[in-house]
């Protein structure tokens, strides 16, 4: 965790959670949040170091939705999100440029 650095930017993402209880197939869709501090980004169950994230893009899929990719050294993680992502992307592109 980041303890008290505090958060440049944050930006809220979905996530869908299907479970079969006795015979009906339940959805369950989550929102939580992801956090950009000064030297990591921090989702619900990952973190990563600002210097293993290469770059951060955005694909729109509907009016409502699209999906942010988190481009990292341990592969591509795709997060549904239904707010614009530019503030959160620049402040990103920011932190990166001051190095």
């Known amino acids: 965790m980041s303890g008290a650095i505090s958060i440049i930017s ?14 009906q197939k ?3 869709q989550h929102s939580k949040d992801m956090c950009l501090y000064t030297d990591n980004i921090q989702t619900e ?8 994230i290469f770059d951060i893009s955005y694909k729109c899929v509907s009016k409502e939705s699209g999906f942010l990719y988190l481009h990292t050294n341990q592969g591509m993680f795709a997060y549904t999100i239904h707010t ?5 992307i620049a402040a990103y592109k920011d ?4 190095g």
């Open 10 to 23: 944050i930006i809220p993402y979905t996530y869908v959670e299907r479970k079969i209880k006795r015979t």
């Open 26 to 28: 339940v959805t369950i």
């Open 45 to 52: 169950n990952d973190c990563f170091h600002i210097n293993s």
């Open 84 to 88: 614009d992502p530019a503030a959160f």
């Open 95 to 98: 932190i990166k440029k001051k």
